[in-house]
């Protein structure tokens, strides 16, 4: 088994920046490609950004430009840079795992961290 634990959400102004942060343990060497999904209350979970074991990364047309997804593979850890939030990122934010390479839209994740609320507000 594979866990996933999120960090660094919270409160940001709009037009501010937060990082987020994914550390996986337990099986974690199972894990290829890993990504980013985000829910807002009462609409359906959007997948944000994909990172395959390579690097290679995907943004979904909401955030292209602003989000930066990357790995350290020393510290088995996923990050994610939000710059320019908007009021529509707020959601919660999941970091999931694949024990396949693919990323973009063939993506499938086979685990989940908890989620990290980020609200991005005046």
């Known amino acids: 088994q594979v866990q996933l634990v999120e960090s660094g959400g919270g409160l940001v102004q709009p037009g501010g920046s937060l990082r987020l942060s994914c550390e996986a343990s337990?099986?974690?060497?199972?894990?290829?490609?890993m990504a980013w999904y985000r829910q807002a209350p009462g609409m359906q979970r959007e997948l944000v950004a994909t990172i395959t074991s390579s690097g290679t990364a995907y943004y979904s047309d909401s955030v292209k430009s602003r989000f930066t997804v990357t790995r350290d593979h020393a510290k088995n850890t996923m990050f994610m840079l939000m710059n320019s939030l908007k009021p529509e990122d707020t959601a919660v934010y999941y970091c999931?795992?694949?024990?396949?390479?693919?990323?973009?839209?063939?993506?499938?994740?086979?685990?989940w961290g908890q989620g990290t609320q980020v609200t991005v507000s005046s």
């Open positions: 337990g099986s974690f060497r199972s894990i290829d490609a």
């Open positions: 999931t795992a694949s024990r396949d390479p693919y990323g973009s839209h063939w993506y499938r994740a086979d685990y």
